[in-house]
């Protein structure tokens, strides 16, 4: 075995022990200096990405790998032919994989940021330490196999992005937003808590493969299913319990809300992990045996849609009537946490459709089903990388002009060239506008939405549009118009900040002119990964289905 | 239904605590009541591993007529070593919700919740 | 009574009657299946030296669980360190 | 917060020793007994905020440094985790128990009932309940402190 075995094999374990050994190395770190700890968060991260890489490379040619904390065999069979996992096992497929990308470019360029936009800030050694535990929260959510594991990273996720919230504690908005937060996050992970016990309970299992190996789908089974689920769209952003999301990413400094971003979406792929692998057997295949219940895949997925639709109409109305800048774009990403949960709950009823349907509608249904998960896999990262953009180039005409009410802005663009042209290609972006990244995952999801139901696509659509117009009204208000008094010194950012913005834009700009790169890359094989449930729990389980 | 009544105990102090969370004004009664929550859902972990007549499962303390059949007469471990990892998770949120309303005091000079901006909804 | 109360008694209705008819199904003092504890409680002090069930999970079989536990109580630290920092006006 | 009477004091310097030495009791006998690096960690803790009860939250302040309190938390963490890079590296496996059952020491299966003599048992067990205390002690005693010094100061009372 050579070493770049060893590390292949080893890198799901490294990929999360490394920020932590980073974080808990920082604030010993930081003793030195400031550069030197900068240099090494950097370098941590890195190091962490290049790992990533290389897990990344591996899982996308040669399918799903496990990792065993501890050692030992995968599994353990009794001489009855029971078989289950002990220890805690890191199941990685292309999923997985997936969101780490995500994850991972998003820490990066979110570091870059704040080295220069946080620089006259005190308390940074703390700052950079909370911001790579969190980086590690993210990471683990998404690379864990196992559910306990999980409630300790999404419980770690909630501490840390609390305490970054809370980082300008001299603003008063600022700690309510973080009170907010984790009030209702604990909350949510106490469900989450309740739900996993009463998995427990029925299995005597920990292991998402397991339990979805032994799934029953009993009346227990679905009141878990109904607290999963409430408990992951709470961490997600979904409409009953929004609030805290605008609120959070407006107060938070804005290299933290760039992070934040990620931390939420590993929410998101927890609803993705749940619905489509620990309770695969339900909603992923034909299951004839589940079509009498009350919940059902249809049931579960039309209930997604509606919240979806209602989340995308109050976050586009309340950006609509917004005066801060970065509560503005909060509400806009509440609205774009609509269109992956739109995906998703579009999938389950099609689903349904496709099984209940006769063997024409079946065909058609299943394509259609498909689209939609893609898009809603691939409007993940392009949520993140738009919406991101928009928090970034907020934060540069705060820390240009100290100042995020819309009102008070004006003629920015004479100063600001290069941020004015990132907040266009950001604004066209996120409403979803031809060359760029939003449209090719918007126009899969309306497409297969148009086939369910096409009152819900114009809704969609109409919304988009309006989130046009919103931000072309934040564009008047804030780039053009005459010049201001108080503005007239005001000058570029820094060319740390610069280049962070930059490189999301190029980003953004490969993703809008290959999308088909982007899905056959990446979004085809994480599409598959949550269809094919079977391989997942056959990985760790051998010789089941 | 008698044999129940643990999980009742559960559902209760869970009732209690999201009551002090949805209904209470004061910052202070919002995190005893997620604190009860808290509890609540650390019992229900507990009370799923006991088995009938069980003892822990600790082999120092075990009388040896317990530990020679071994697995049956003791309760699960894995629910409390579950439970262990849960309470430290709360100590720390605790530590920093607490923390927060310290700082949230100072600000306005209030703990009601109806007196601050955002978090009126 | 406002908007925020009704909402809030119609959700705490609700999760009433969800949380009461869980409980209700759930057996006390008789796991369904206990095939991975046992293994443990007969493994314990053969495969990790230890006496004491709890400490083997705790600490060996789901010691990355305690890591991740470790680091609630060090982010929990450094988040009040942080938020009670001098802050400069 | 200021400072109790005399008698508290005093109380509270007998009785700090033994609760030290309880907590680091429940710490090192963590694999044995009921316990481990968590609970001893707070038993002793509790102890430490006894004083801060007793000699007020001013005088600890000014004698214990909280950036010293942080490091040692770190220290403790990076025992934690430092041992579970050992067991990749000696074991082949992150988190691998690479101490049990191996050489003189630590080949003894521990008895069932209370025969008190087989602390060298479980290999890296007690390593981690050993660094997860450290951290405990000191992470719990930096929150209390903190929070005691801030509560006491000035600017925040109304």
Redesign the interface.
């Known amino acids: 075995m050579n070493w770049f075995e060893t590390i292949t094999m080893h890198s799901p374990a490294l990929i999360v022990a490394v920020p ?1 050994l980073a ?2 190395l920082t ?1 010993l770190v930081s003793r030195i200096n400031d550069t030197v700890r900068n240099l090494f968060v950097l370098i941590m991260l890195s190091i962490t990405g290049i790992l990533i890489a290389i897990l990344g490379y591996d899982v996308l040619t040669n399918g799903i790998r496990t990792y065993v ?2 050692g030992g065999n995968t599994v ?1 069979t ?1 001489p009855s032919g ?1 078989m ?5 096992i890191f199941e990685v497929d292309s999923m997985n994989i997936f969101m780490v990308i995500i994850t991972i470019i998003l820490a990066i360029i979110g570091i870059v940021y704040s080295l220069s936009f946080m620089k006259k800030e ?2 940074l050694d ?2 950079y ?2 911001v790579l ?1 969190l980086v ?2 993210t990471l ?1 959510m998404e690379l864990t196999g196992d559910l ?2 999980f409630f ?2 999404l ?2 996720s909630c ?2 992005s ?2 970054l919230i ?2 300008w ?2 603003k008063g908005e600022a700690l309510e937003a973080a009170l907010k937060y984790i009030v209702i996050s604990s909350i949510a992970a106490l469900f989450f808590l309740f739900a996993l016990g ?1 998995l427990y ?5 920990l292991n998402m493969a397991t339990i979805a190996n032994a799934i029953q789908f009993s ?2 089974d679905q ?1 878990a299913l ?1 607290l999963i689920i409430a408990a992951l769209t709470m961490k997600a952003g979904l409409v ?1 319990m929004h609030m805290w999301l605008p609120d959070s990413y407006g107060e938070a400094p804005p290299s933290i809300t760039f992070i934040l971003i990620a931390a939420t979406q590993a929410g998101l792929y927890g609803a993705f992990r749940v619905i489509f692998t620990l309770y695969g057997n339900v909603f992923n295949s034909i299951n004839l045996a589940y079509v009498n219940l009350v919940i059902t895949a249809n049931t579960i997925g039309w209930v997604l849609v509606a919240l979806a639709i209602i989340t995308i109409i109050i976050g586009v109305f309340m950006a609509l009537i917004q005066t801060d800048f970065k509560r503005l774009i909060g509400f806009t990403a509440v609205a774009e946490i609509g269109y992956i949960f739109l995906g998703i709950g579009v999938r389950l009823a099609s689903k349904y459709v496709q099984y209940s349907g006769s063997s024409a509608t079946a065909i058609a249904f299943s394509e259609y089903s498909s689209i939609a998960l893609n898009g809603s896999i691939f409007h993940i990262i392009n949520d993140c990388l738009d919406i991101g953009l928009l928090f970034l180039v907020a934060g540069a005409i705060y820390y240009a002009t100290k100042e995020t009410s819309l009102d008070k802005m004006g003629g920015l663009a004479r100063n600001m060239k290069y941020t004015t042209v990132f907040f266009i290609i950001g604004l066209l972006a996120v409403s979803g506008m031809p060359p760029f990244n939003g449209f090719a995952s918007k126009l899969m999801l309306y497409e297969s939405t148009y086939q369910l139901n096409p009152i819900i696509t114009i809704i969609a659509v109409l919304a988009s549009i309006l989130l046009l117009a919103v931000f072309v009204k934040v564009f008047y208000s804030a780039f053009m118009g005459p010049e201001q008094q108080k503005f007239k010194e005001v000058k570029e950012v820094p060319k740390g900040m610069l280049i962070a913005m930059g490189a999301v834009v190029v980003i953004i700009i490969i993703f809008g002119l290959f999308p088909n790169l982007v899905i056959n890359n990446i979004v085809q094989p994480a599409a598959d990964a949550l269809t094919n449930y079977t391989t997942y729990i056959s990985k760790v389980i051998p010789g089941v289905i | ?1 008698i ?6 105990a ?2 209760a102090m ?2 209690i605590g ?2 002090a969370v ?2 209470k004004r004061n910052l202070v009664k919002i995190v005893i009541g997620i604190s009860i929550i808290e509890s609540g859902v650390n019992l229900f972990l507990i ?6 007549g069980g003892v822990v ?4 303390s075990a009388p040896s007529d317990v530990a020679s059949n ?3 007469s ?1 309760v ?3 629910p ?2 579950l439970t ?2 849960s309470i ?2 709360g ?3 605790l ?2 919700m607490l ?2 309303i310290m ?1 949230i005091y100072r600000h306005y000079g209030t703990l009601d919740v109806r007196k601050m901006r955002r978090l ?2 | 009574m406002s908007t ?2 009704i909402v ?2 119609v ?2 209705s609700v ?2 009657v ?25 493994h ?46 | 917060m200021s400072e109790m009477s005399k008698i508290v004091r005093t109380l509270s310097n007998i009785t700090f020793p033994f609760i030290m030495v309880f907590g680091l009791y429940v710490i090192a006998h ?5 316990g ?1 690096g ?1 609970q001893g960690g707070a038993v002793a803790a509790s102890g430490c905020v006894m004083l801060i009860v007793a000699y007020g939250s001013t005088w600890i302040f000014e004698k214990i440094k ?1 950036s010293r309190l ?1 490091a040692f ?2 220290l ?2 990076l025992g ?2 430092g041992v ?1 890079f050992f067991g990749l590296i000696f074991g082949g496996y ?2 691998n ?1 690479f101490l ?2 191996t050489g003189i020491l ?1 080949n ?3 008895e ?1 009932g209370f025969t008190g003599s ?1 602390f060298n ?5 007690p390593l ?2 050993f660094a ?1 205390g450290v ?2 002690i000191a ?2 005693f ?2 209390v402190v ?2 005691a010094y ?1 509560s006491s100061l000035k600017e925040w009372k109304q």
């Open positions: 932590l974080g808990f604030p904390f501890g353990i009794l029971l289950f996992h002990v220890r805690i005190d308390g703390k700052y330490t909370i535990i590690t929260s683990g306990f594991n300790v990273f419980e770690i501490i840390t609390c305490a809370a980082f504690v001299h009463l309970a029925q299995y005597n299992a009346i227990i009141a109904i009953p | 239904m044999f129940n009544i643990p999980f009742i559960v559902v869970i009732f999201l009551y949805l209904f009370t799923l591993g006991y088995r009938e499962p600790i082999f120092t071994a697995p049956g003791m699960l471990p894995v409390q070593a262990l990892t430290v998770i100590v720390a949120v530590a920093l923390s927060l700082h009126k909804e | 925020r109360n809030a008694a959700m705490f999760l009433a969800f949380f009461i008819l869980t409980a209700l199904m759930l057996s006390f003092g008789a796991p369904i299946k206990s095939q991975m504890d046992d293994y443990i409680i007969t314990t002090q053969n495969e990790t030296g230890t006496n004491s069930a709890v400490t083997t999970i705790v600490f060996d079989y789901r010691g990355f669980d305690t890591l991740g536990e470790a680091t609630i109580l060090f982010g929990a630290v450094s988040g009040v360190l942080m938020i009670f920092r001098r802050v400069k006006k | 963590g694999h044995l007994t009921p481990g968590f909280v942080s938390e770190s403790g963490a934690f985790i579970a992150f988190f128990n049990v059952r630590f003894i299966i521990p069932t087989e048992t479980a290999g890296v067990l981690m309940n997860v951290k405990v992470g719990v930096a929150i903190v929070m801030a």
